[in-house]
């Protein structure tokens, strides 16, 4: 077996493998007497065809075959023990002679490998970025406040519909009259709420129920039949005011606190605000960190300046895809694909570098920390360790979030890694100029 490399322009280099018999010979022999133990051939008994037959049959495939991964294989060795650092995978070229497998014995299987440009990054404390902090307004408190007491309120009774209550009503069309049926105002737009603002209770509406109630499965449920039986049914009730309810917080007490913070670390009016603005401010820190690891990744791939086999990425990507995208599809999101294959090579080159790494513990907190996330999303803010950790390894066990989170880690890492070598300027803004400077940067 041969190997001969020729290096093209663009940063590309063909890898020319040369195999002979010795290189495949084994691997046919045994393809061939597998096919012979399988093949149904009429006339003969299964693993009696004689070997004369199975090669004429199926010899030439299996050749080409074997040939072509005894010298694929020997490639990406090669590529390996020459420690050439690549991009994408190595992949057939199209400068590929044909190859005549009836007569020959020998055979020159050419390949391609995009060329990792080398990277180079001097930082110093000239280098300047900006660590922006969203400043907290009042309606945010208002906001976290409420949907954070509205865990621990409960509905009362009232005389008149201002905005978004709960109401309970009768519903009737001639005879029909279904009772205690339930009217949410508060999923309504305005438009919709506009009819019961300022309605009291036994005041009647005119409403249409195929708007009133979206899915036919609601409809269904209310008016007490099955979804079929809903086509052709006259949509149009009298709607009558029976109950109306609204949603009241609970008071700001003892007992609201010890059911609302079981372990005792909030107890004071004081603290529960306290609580509110630290809650506000590390919701506001997620956003704020993911602008700034943003702006340092495209500043590192600035100052790198990373030359990239472009034309053979593209056929790479052809390839791998075996012609699911065409060429203008892929040319579509070249531009960041290519941002991420540069930024994969910086963050490689800072891993290497300052021998970076994620540890299982590393990981294993990064999940937690995405569990407790999605508890908090269903309101789920007092979940004991256990059940954190245990969803937390769940999520670890999921192959695709496993790389995600690893990923993750490795890449704050670099950005943690990075920041103490250049000047980081703290800058406060309002929330309206930091979803600019987001929309900006992506």
């Given at each position: 077996?041969?190997?001969?490399?020729?290096?093209?322009?663009?940063?590309?280099?063909?890898?020319?493998?040369?195999?002979?018999?010795?290189?495949?010979?084994?691997?046919?022999?045994?393809?061939?007497?597998?096919?012979?133990?399988?093949?149904?051939?009429?006339?003969?008994?299964?693993?009696?065809?004689?070997?004369?037959?199975?090669?004429?049959?199926?010899?030439?495939?299996?050749?080409?075959?074997?040939?072509?991964?005894?010298?694929?294989?020997?490639?990406?060795?090669?590529?390996?023990?020459?420690?050439?650092?690549?991009?994408?995978?190595?992949?057939?070229?199209?400068?590929?002679?044909?190859?005549?497998?009836?007569?020959?014995?020998?055979?020159?299987?050419v390949?391609?490998?995009?060329?990792?440009?080398?990277?180079?990054?001097?930082?110093?404390?000239?280098?300047?970025?900006?660590?922006?902090?969203?400043?907290?307004?009042?309606?945010?408190?208002?906001?976290?406040?409420?949907?954070?007491?509205?865990?621990?309120?409960?509905?009362v009774?009232?005389?008149?519909?201002?905005?978004?209550?709960?109401?309970?009503?009768?519903?009737?069309?001639?005879?029909?009259?279904?009772?205690?049926?339930?009217?949410?105002?508060?999923?309504?737009?305005?438009?919709?709420?506009?009819?019961?603002?300022?309605?009291?209770?036994?005041?009647?509406?005119?409403?249409?129920?195929?708007k009133?109630?979206k899915?036919?499965?609601?409809?269904?449920?209310?008016?007490?039949?099955?979804?079929?039986?809903?086509e052709?049914?006259?949509?149009?009730y009298?709607?009558?005011i029976?109950?109306?309810?609204?949603?009241?917080?609970?008071?700001?007490?003892?007992?609201?606190?010890?059911?609302?913070?079981?372990?005792?670390?909030?107890?004071?009016?004081?603290?529960?605000?306290?609580?509110?603005?630290?809650?506000?401010?590390?919701?506001?820190?997620?956003?704020?960190?993911y602008?700034?690891?943003?702006?340092?990744?495209?500043?590192?791939?600035?100052?790198?300046?990373?030359?990239?086999?472009?034309?053979?990425?593209?056929?790479?990507?052809?390839?791998?895809?075996?012609?699911?995208?065409?060429?203008?599809?892929?040319?579509?999101?070249?531009?960041?694909?290519?941002?991420?294959?540069?930024?994969?090579?910086?963050?490689?080159?800072?891993?290497?570098?300052?021998?970076?790494?994620?540890?299982?513990?590393?990981?294993?907190?990064?999940?937690?920390?995405?569990?407790?996330?999605?508890?908090?999303y269903?309101?789920?803010?007092?979940?004991?360790?256990?059940?954190?950790?245990?969803?937390?390894?769940?999520?670890?066990?999921?192959?695709?979030?496993?790389?995600?989170?690893?990923?993750?880690?490795?890449?704050?890492?670099?950005?943690?890694?990075?920041?103490?070598?250049?000047?980081?300027?703290?800058?406060?803004?309002?929330?309206?100029?930091?979803?600019?400077?987001?929309?900006?940067?992506?």
């Amino acid at each position: 077996m041969n190997i001969v490399r020729e290096n093209l322009e663009n940063r590309t280099a063909l890898f020319k493998v040369t195999v002979g018999e010795a290189d495949y010979n084994e691997a046919v022999d045994k393809a061939l007497r597998t096919y012979k133990r399988k093949a149904n051939i009429p006339g003969f008994r299964p693993g009696m065809v004689p070997m004369s037959i199975i090669n004429k049959m199926y010899r030439k495939g299996v050749v080409a075959e074997e040939a072509y991964r005894a010298a694929s294989k020997a490639c990406f060795d090669y590529i390996e023990q020459e420690k050439i650092a690549t991009v994408g995978d190595m992949i057939p070229s199209e400068k590929q002679q044909p190859l005549d497998f009836d007569n020959d014995t020998e055979y020159e299987f050419v390949f391609e490998a995009g060329i990792a440009p080398e990277v180079k990054i001097d930082l110093s404390k000239k280098d300047k970025i900006t660590r922006y902090t969203i400043e907290i307004e009042d309606k945010m408190r208002e906001g976290y406040r409420s949907n954070f007491l509205r865990r621990f309120g409960k509905l009362v009774d009232v005389e008149a519909v201002e905005k978004e209550e709960a109401l309970n009503v009768t519903l009737e069309q001639g005879e029909t009259k279904i009772e205690e049926a339930y009217v949410g105002l508060i999923g309504m737009s305005d438009e919709e709420r506009a009819p019961f603002i300022g309605k009291k209770l036994g005041d009647t509406l005119d409403v249409d129920v195929t708007k009133l109630y979206k899915t036919p499965a609601q409809r269904a449920s209310i008016l007490g039949v099955k979804e079929a039986e809903l086509e052709g049914m006259d949509p149009n009730y009298k709607l009558t005011i029976t109950k109306i309810r609204k949603f009241a917080e609970p008071e700001i007490n003892e007992e609201f606190f010890k059911m609302a913070f079981p372990d005792g670390d909030v107890t004071t009016a004081e603290a529960f605000e306290k609580h509110i603005e630290e809650k506000i401010a590390a919701d506001l820190a997620r956003e704020t960190e993911y602008l700034f690891t943003i702006d340092v990744r495209k500043f590192l791939l600035k100052k790198a300046d990373l030359a990239m086999p472009e034309d053979f990425l593209k056929n790479w990507l052809y390839t791998i895809n075996e012609g699911k995208f065409s060429m203008e599809e892929i040319e579509k999101d070249f531009a960041q694909f290519l941002d991420m294959m540069r930024w994969n090579l910086v963050q490689k080159h800072y891993i290497d570098e300052l021998k970076l790494e994620v540890t299982p513990e590393d990981a294993l907190n990064e999940a937690k920390a995405m569990a407790a996330m999605q508890f908090a999303y269903y309101g789920m803010n007092q979940v004991n360790d256990e059940m954190l950790g245990n969803y937390a390894k769940s999520i670890l066990d999921n192959k695709e979030e496993n790389r995600k989170i690893y990923e993750k880690v490795f890449e704050r890492k670099v950005i943690d890694a990075v920041t103490p070598q250049i000047t980081v300027s703290s800058k406060t803004v309002s929330p309206e100029d930091f979803g600019k400077l987001v929309e900006k940067a992506q």
